[in-house]
């Protein structure tokens, strides 16, 4: 029996030996396998990388020496100043202060795999883009620049713009609102008249959720509501809400309604805002009456259209020389709040800081001895005059004293604050 044993014991040692030798080559096998396998996939993608598109497309690559900031714009600055105005809306030197204003922002660093686009050449872009509103296809063949990194930074250098120029489209102060009464007293014949107030569609391409874009016109869009001051700038501007919404709606959801309901702007004793019939009527918010039976009336709604045609100008000046809010902008309604306030805020800054801005031309002119209106430029370069948006359902009635003090300014303008021609225009 022991002899048994021993032999039993003998063997099983071989056996568990043997099955350690096994194992220990299928193991060498399968990682022999596995190395092979990984090999494979190496070579596999080493191919793929090899045989994919190119990184840059040569043609573009040759943006530094043949692009337009390189070649077009750089003969335009020496050769045709009209022309590079035309092209980018300034002057070469407002340009380059508009660049020191936002180049730090806009600017990226190199990496490893390609140079940064410069800050000129993106904003040059971006002003092209907001002047005409050309396609990115376009902007691409002129600029030697990729559609798809156009797409990425020109939100950002929008935004970019209308942070550096903010202080363009501050509110009003105390002594500012003094100044602007002044214009409208005497230069369009209201007297109390600190701003006139009027929204703007602004179209867009149909967003994911459409139904809330969805406006009257039968296009997307979103809102531009803006009160405008004696000289075509914006005092205020409340951009984004969708066009689905009227008017109205956008006016008494926005910040002005309440500060001009709370008297928090420290406006003059006793000014007004005007507005069309779309806005509701406040004491402090002149509208014209629906029906004008009497010459009073006819007197008054003349003398606020007069006056109203401010905020009309301004947003035709707004559009001709931003030709981008002329079409369907491409872009998320987010996105597209950057363009408008980048376009409003440039609007601002070039009237406040140029006189070659607008020109008398360019503006509403009422030719009092031949009793007509000349329509500015804007007026006929645009495809459809502008015109107002939905007229409100706000349930906000009018309050008596709010109509007594339209009444008061309809009887200043036939007595003591009448001019000769108003007959004549009514």
């Not at 099983?12 to 194992?23: A, H």
């Not at 573009?60 to 600055?77: D, I, P, Q, V, W």
């Not at 214009?183 to 602004?202: Q, S, Y």
Request: net charge positive.
């Amino acid at each position: 029996m022991l002899f048994n044993s021993e032999l039993f014991v003998q063997c099983s040692t071989v056996k568990m030996e043997n099955q350690v030798t096994l194992s220990t080559e299928v193991n060498k096998v399968i990682i022999l396998i596995a190395i092979q396998c990984v090999k494979k996939l190496l070579v596999s993608r080493k191919k793929n990388r090899r045989n994919r598109k190119i990184w840059v497309r040569d043609w573009l690559s040759r943006r530094e020496n043949l692009g337009a900031s390189t070649r077009l714009l750089a003969e335009m600055r020496e050769e045709d100043i009209d022309g590079y105005k035309n092209h980018l809306r300034m002057l070469p030197h407002q340009f380059d202060e508009l660049l020191s204003k936002t180049g730090s922002a806009i600017q990226k660093q190199d990496t490893h795999m390609r140079n940064a686009i410069p800050a000129k050449v993106k904003l040059e872009i971006t002003l092209r883009y907001l002047a005409t509103g050309d396609s990115l296809y376009t902007l691409e063949a002129l600029h030697r620049v990729a559609r798809s990194t156009i797409a990425k930074f020109l939100p950002e250098v929008c935004n970019a713009i209308y942070s550096a120029l903010k202080d363009y489209m501050q509110i009003p102060g105390p002594e500012d609102w003094k100044r602007i009464e002044h214009g409208f007293r005497t230069k369009l014949n209201f007297p109390g008249c600190v701003g006139a107030l009027d929204g703007k569609h602004i179209n867009i391409l149909a967003p994911d959720d459409t139904s809330d874009y969805y406006n009257y016109k039968g296009a997307h869009s979103i809102i531009l509501l803006a009160l405008a001051d004696d000289d075509y700038c914006f005092s205020y501007v409340n951009v984004g809400t969708n066009g689905r919404a009227s008017d109205g709606g956008v006016y008494q959801q926005s910040k002005l309604a309440q500060a001009l309901q709370n008297n928090t702007l420290n406006l003059p004793e006793q000014s007004v805002v005007v507005a069309d019939a779309a806005f509701p009527l406040k004491t402090y918010l002149m509208k014209p009456y629906r029906t004008t039976p009497t010459r009073k009336g006819k007197i008054f709604n003349y003398r606020l259209s007069r006056a109203r045609r401010i905020v009309e100008n301004a947003f035709g000046i707004l559009v001709t020389r931003f030709r981008v809010l002329l079409n369907a902008i491409d872009m998320a309604p987010k996105k597209v709040d950057y363009v408008v306030l980048a376009a409003c805020a440039l609007h601002n800054w070039l009237r406040k800081t140029s006189d070659m801005y607008i020109t008398q031309r360019c503006v509403d002119f009422e030719d009092i001895q031949q009793r007509v209106l000349i329509p500015g430029a804007w007026r006929t370069q645009l495809r459809q005059a502008l015109e107002g948006l939905t007229r409100t359902r706000y349930s906000n009635h009018a309050s008596q004293q709010a109509e007594a003090i339209r009444d008061t300014y309809a009887q200043l303008f036939v007595t003591t604050e009448t001019v000769p021609w108003q007959d004549h225009m009514i």
